[in-house]
């Protein structure tokens, strides 16, 4: 019987995903732009834009990150977020501060952590984050694309070619 809930056990975390960093943003490096993709991140620096991850993201004790809405599957908080949070799983360290609103399924924070907008506790959560696929992913490429709208022609485009100048001579 106690062995049966150990095995429970092994397959419930055999099942979660294990997540760990695999990039980090070091402190005294400011960033300005759009973060995407897939894994773990950590921001120790400075970092203003958006961000879209599957994975974690962790803001260490000395990160700053401003974003309008930031999303990721799980977001820990020990620096400072100036934005809003949709993740699956939040958490705010004792050091953490948190300016903005929050969209979870699982929240925790430490004794002594600031947190400055509202809690909305989910069931489920569609963070977005998949990005849209690119003409060539879909199977076309721009060339087929401006062919299928030249009025229905199925001709292939010539080629352009580039005349050679003709110098003037000139008579004494």
């Not at 203003?48 to 004790?61: A, D, F, K, R």
């Not at 199977?139 to 709208?149: A, C, I, L, P, R």
């Amino acid at each position: 019987m106690f062995r049966r809930r150990d095995e429970e056990q092994a397959d419930t975390q055999a099942a979660q995903p294990e997540q760990r960093i695999t990039s980090v943003l070091g402190d005294g490096t400011t960033y300005h732009g759009k973060l995407t993709g897939r894994g773990g991140v950590r921001i120790e620096g400075a970092f203003e834009g958006e961000i879209s991850l599957e994975g974690m993201l962790v803001v260490g004790t000395t990160g700053r990150v401003t974003c309008e809405d930031l999303r990721a599957n799980t977001v820990v908080v020990a620096g400072a977020v100036r934005g809003n949070i949709t993740a699956e799983k939040v958490e705010i360290r004792a050091s953490g501060r948190v300016w903005g609103d929050v969209v979870t399924i699982a929240f925790s924070t430490e004794e002594g952590a600031f947190l400055r907008g509202q809690i909305r506790m989910e069931e489920e959560i569609e963070l977005g984050t998949e990005e849209e696929p690119q003409a060539e992913e879909i199977g076309e490429t721009e060339e087929e694309v401006v062919m299928e709208e030249a009025d229905g022609k199925e001709e292939k485009p010539k080629p352009k070619r580039k005349r050679a100048s003709k110098k003037a001579s000139t008579k004494n």
